[in-house]
């Protein structure tokens, strides 16, 4: 069945830490894309990529980092630079109309 | 700016009574609109679209209506059963294959027995 893999579900990191999120779909899709959700908020587009090996920043760039190396696979780094980054993190990916979204990954700062 | 807006953060509905969620845009060149639905600790999942050349479309107990003129749309669920209970999040998505969807700040919708 296609679709589209978030791991791990939960993740722990120490403050100064770098953590990476891992993304992967085999939907085909050329477009993919990263949110985040905080309590009592909407998504906020962190970064997106359109086709392999580019992306663009969206709402909230900063204090994240992104690769397109290949089309099934965007990962996301939270750098120590992100200052609050204990939130519910969400990829999604699509190719025409609407996005198709993992499962999320809850990322907590300890 | 906020260009889609979800401005009840919840709404409370009897088992088997309509529900009826409201979002509004600014943009006029959104092209195409999307409802999805979230559970806790999951993501969200597609319900129902239109495009803007509709001013409804129908899906089982889902209904969306788009009103173009005064840039806004509405979920109504009919009967609302328990399972519903969730946030539901408007989204609006330009007319070029593959843009960006961008979000309103979702409805919880709370369906008691």
């Known amino acids: 069945d296609g679709g589209i893999t978030q791991s791990p579900k939960y993740l722990f990191r120490k403050e100064g830490q770098n953590v990476t999120l891992s993304c992967e779909q085999n939907l085909n899709h050329d477009a993919m894309y990263w949110y985040r959700q905080d309590p009592g908020q909407g998504l906020r587009l962190i970064y997106y990529s359109q086709i392999v090996n580019d992306f663009q920043k969206g709402d909230i760039a900063e204090g994240y980092s992104v690769s397109r190396e290949k089309k099934e696979s965007f990962p996301l780094t939270v750098t120590s630079a992100q200052k609050n980054p204990t939130a519910f993190y969400l990829c999604a990916s699509g190719q025409n109309y609407g996005y198709t979204f993992g499962s999320g990954t809850r990322l907590t700062v300890v | 700016d906020q260009q889609v807006k979800q401005n009840s953060p919840s709404l409370s509905v009897q088992e088997g009574r309509i529900s009826i969620l409201n979002c509004d845009y600014t943009?006029?060149?959104?092209?195409?609109f999307l409802w999805y639905k979230k559970y806790p600790a999951e993501g969200p999942t597609f319900l129902i679209s239109?495009?803007?050349?509709?001013d409804k479309n129908e899906d089982g107990r889902f209904t969306v209506f788009l009103n173009k003129s005064a840039k806004h749309l509405s979920l109504h669920i009919v009967p609302s059963q328990p399972g519903d209970s969730a946030v539901y999040f408007c989204a609006a998505q330009f007319g070029t294959s593959g843009s960006r969807l961008t979000f309103g700040e979702g409805t919880q919708l709370t369906v008691n027995p």
């Open positions: 943009n006029s060149m959104f092209d195409y």
């Open positions: 239109i495009s803007s050349i509709k």
